[in-house]
């Protein structure tokens, strides 16, 4: 499926409006995503008082260790995320969003209403591997 060529060098106001919303969405949804998984591992952190004993103890400690790298993780990938929205929302404002860092073509749209962080075309992208 080939999207329809696109000639322009930059979107409208009322299409970055568009993103610009989008954005917005997706940074809300991220920030409390990643405040979420700190709250979670402060938990973990202030947790470690209990008596249990044995293997029981070992395998709950396994899992823990477990659980909290694998919020930690997350909350490094939201981290990055929200990082990489804002730069998007900044690229909005300075009038150089959608554009691809690579190849200087626009983005399609439904390559930004999906990825709205993107700064590279499929092509730019197939191009780095």
Not at 45 to 52: F, I, L, S, V
Request: net charge positive.
């Amino acid at each position: 499926m080939n999207a329809p060529k696109d000639d322009r060098t930059h979107y409208s106001k009322e299409e970055l409006k568009e993103f610009e919303a989008i954005i917005t969405d997706k940074l809300e949804l991220a920030r409390k995503q990643f405040q979420f998984a700190k709250d979670v591992l402060n938990r973990k952190n202030d947790e470690g008082t209990d008596n249990t004993t044995g293997n029981i103890k070992m395998l709950e400690d396994g899992a823990d260790v477990l659980e909290k790298e694998s919020f930690s993780s997350f909350a490094a990938r939201q981290q990055k995320f929200i990082l990489q929205l804002e730069n998007a929302h900044a690229r909005i404002k300075n009038g150089t969003y959608g554009i691809c860092i690579v190849t200087g073509k626009l983005i399609p749209k439904e390559r930004l209403k999906l990825v709205p962080h993107t700064q590279h075309t499929i092509e730019a992208k197939e191009q780095r591997k």
